[in-house]
């Protein structure tokens, strides 16, 4: 049977508005309406699951998700950037922030680099691709991006060139051999 993989993005929260990166912290209460807004648009799925952190399982909750924490989708590790609004990174290390876009390998802020992060999601990608089931999986924009980059083949530069706001979903789907984009739906 092929698989269905939907990837949502969790709902905003302060971070998303101040342009931070981001805390364990909840989503605002206009994402938790829109999240339950979405969920007649929501597929049908054999299984749930969600990152583990607070964003993601309330937007799972909003959803009316009853969704597994999974590990494996937790948010990309940006170690001493967490809290600090990027302009004020950018102002105080823009050596730093050019050298972390710029290079896939980099781990400038001492978290995890995007090839640590592509690394971490292929396996569990290629899991959910021989499952051969239909599965949502709320997580983050940074997971969203690396595996499109993982399911298309596309080199972890292209990490950067894919846009996901909150609540966007992604719709892939895979069969024995490989996995296919099939659309990305903004946020209304």
Request: proline share 7%; glycine share 6%.
């Amino acid at each position: 049977m092929p698989t269905r993989l939907l990837l949502i993005a969790h709902g905003a929260t302060d971070a998303t508005r101040r342009a931070a990166f981001p805390l364990d912290e909840p989503i605002e209460a206009a994402a938790r309406t829109a999240a339950t807004a979405l969920r007649p648009e929501t597929m049908s799925a054999h299984r749930a699951c969600t990152a583990p952190e607070r964003r993601c399982r309330e937007t799972a909750e909003a959803l009316g998700l009853a969704a597994e924490l999974q590990p494996q989708l937790a948010d990309l590790d940006l170690g001493r950037w967490r809290g600090k609004t990027f302009d004020a990174v950018l102002a105080t290390d823009p050596a730093a922030i050019a050298a972390w876009t710029a290079d896939p390998a980099s781990p400038t802020h001492g978290g995890e680099s995007i090839d640590e992060m592509l690394a971490r999601i292929r396996p569990w990608l290629e899991q959910q691709r021989q499952a051969g089931e239909k599965v949502i999986a709320v997580t983050h924009p940074a997971v969203i991006r690396a595996a499109v980059v993982v399911a298309i083949g596309a080199p972890s530069s292209s990490f950067w060139r894919i846009d996901i706001g909150p609540l966007t979903r992604v719709d892939l789907r895979g069969d024995e051999r490989r996995w296919t984009l099939r659309g990305i739906v903004a946020a209304p």
